[in-house]
């Protein structure tokens, strides 16, 4: 692909999305490449979200990650219970 039949994006309004020039301005070869471009930024997009959900859903890596705020939390979490406890079992 040469110079003169490679594209430019625009975008609109500064968010990123690509806006095609006006009908009829391009030619059959600008269109082509215009849809290879596309596809191939779709498939590296599509490749991008399946490695963050990859990473996001993870288990173990999150618990590793985490480790600190989750061990806050259980310590939290059961002297709330045991608070509860104690004062049910004052009342009786």
Same mark, same amino acid.
């Given at each position: 692909?040469?110079?003169?039949?490679?594209?430019? /994006?625009? #975008?609109?309004?500064?968010? $990123?999305?690509?806006?095609?020039? #006006?009908?009829?301005?391009?030619?059959?070869?600008?269109?082509?490449?215009? !849809?290879?471009?596309? %596809? /191939? &930024?779709?498939? %590296?997009? *599509?490749?991008?979200?399946? &490695?963050?959900?990859? &990473?996001?859903?993870?288990?173990?890596?999150?618990?590793g990650?985490?480790?600190? &705020?989750?061990? *806050?939390?259980?310590? *939290?979490?059961g002297?709330? *219970? $045991? $608070? !509860?406890?104690?004062?049910?079992?004052?009342?009786?």
């Open positions: 692909m040469d110079a003169s039949t490679a594209t430019t /994006t625009t #975008p609109a309004s500064g968010n $990123g999305r690509y806006v095609p020039p #006006p009908p009829g301005t391009r030619s059959a070869a600008q269109i082509r490449a215009d !849809v290879v471009k596309q %596809r /191939t &930024e779709l498939a %590296r997009s *599509v490749d991008v979200l399946r &490695e963050r959900w990859s &990473e996001a859903t993870d288990i173990k890596a999150q618990i990650k985490h480790r600190t &705020e989750l061990l *806050v939390g259980a310590a *939290v979490v002297c709330i *219970v $045991g $608070g !509860v406890f104690a004062l049910r079992r004052r009342r009786r």
